[in-house]
């Protein structure tokens, strides 16, 4: 089994489920929100070569969904999402590929809001502190009539990281990407490492931020290190 993010927002699946994963961190190209779907798209078929052994592949990153969708295999939490969204007025924050594509509509059967939070994404992921997060807040949301929305959707493993803080801060029923797949996760044994971490960018960015949540968390004792390792591209010049 295998899942799959491009950032540190990776860690909330770890949180709750340390079976035998292999995590995929696309670390180089975070987030996909940045670029189109026909970049997206390329870049996931460059990197399938190293889901091949994996029967599952848990997908954490929003922007991604519209391409692993038909790839056999993937999960990315639909069944939560269509019962979780039922019947409530949602507002989603996103990327801006996120937005364009109305990626949550597929899930819901009402109207979705979206509303773009690039600074707030890349804040969640750096793991800042929740007094900067709540002054990007502010500046985001002045004036923001939250009234007919019953539930802030975080379409974003980043903003998951910070789902506490949300809660409190919009007052409203928080769900995210993350929680539809821990959810709908069901553990099949396979002979893999245990909780490897393999990263296309910097091993060292992506561990100062992921064990920070996690030892906040108390997931990370005294001492206990992530393994985290670079995947090898045999020096292939990457989409």
């Known amino acids: 089994m295998a899942v799959f993010d491009t950032g540190p927002?990776?860690?909330?699946?770890?949180?709750?489920?340390?079976?035998?994963?292999n995590y995929?961190?696309?670390?180089?190209?975070?987030?996909?929100?940045?670029?189109?779907?026909?970049?997206?798209?390329?870049?996931?078929?460059?990197?399938?070569?190293?889901?091949?052994?994996?029967?599952?592949?848990?997908?954490l990153e929003f922007d991604a969904i519209n391409s692993f969708k038909n790839i056999?295999?993937?999960?990315?939490?639909?069944?939560?999402?269509t019962k979780?969204?039922?019947?409530?007025s949602v507002l989603c924050l996103c990327s801006h590929l996120t937005k364009m594509e109305r990626t949550l509509d597929e899930f819901s059967d009402t109207e979705i809001d979206y509303f773009e939070v690039p600074l707030l994404i890349n804040a969640c992921n750096d793991q800042v502190a929740e007094e900067i997060?709540?002054?990007?807040?502010?500046e985001y949301f002045k004036d923001f009539d939250f009234s007919k929305y019953s539930m802030i959707f975080?379409?974003?493993?980043?903003?998951?990281?910070?789902?506490?803080?949300?809660?409190?801060?919009?007052?409203?029923?928080i769900f995210t990407n993350v929680d539809a797949v821990i959810e709908d996760y069901k553990y099949e044994k396979e002979n893999l490492?245990?909780?490897?971490?393999?990263?296309?960018?910097?091993?060292?960015?992506f561990y100062s931020r992921a064990?920070?949540?996690?030892?906040?968390?108390?997931?990370?004792?005294?001492?206990?290190?992530?393994?985290?390792?670079?995947?090898?591209?045999?020096?292939?010049?990457?989409?």
Request: glycine share 6%; net charge positive; proline share 1%.
């Open 9 to 21: 927002g990776i860690v909330g699946l770890y949180e709750y489920k340390k079976d035998l994963l």
């Open 133 to 138: 997060v709540e002054l990007i807040c502010n």
């Open 211 to 239: 064990e920070k949540y996690l030892r906040d968390k108390k997931v990370l004792k005294d001492r206990q290190l992530l393994n985290v390792s670079k995947i090898n591209f045999n020096n292939k010049k990457s989409p």
């Open 193 to 205: 490492i245990r909780d490897y971490f393999y990263v296309t960018g910097s091993k060292m960015r």
């Open 154 to 173: 975080l379409a974003s493993s980043g903003l998951h990281l910070r789902r506490e803080f949300f809660r409190d801060y919009f007052k409203r029923d």
């Open 84 to 88: 979780n969204l039922k019947n409530q």
């Open 24 to 59: 995929y961190i696309d670390d180089r190209y975070e987030y996909y929100g940045l670029y189109d779907r026909k970049e997206v798209s390329n870049r996931i078929e460059y990197l399938r070569k190293f889901f091949k052994k994996d029967k599952k592949i848990y997908v």
């Open 72 to 81: 056999k295999g993937a999960e990315f939490g639909k069944e939560s999402l």
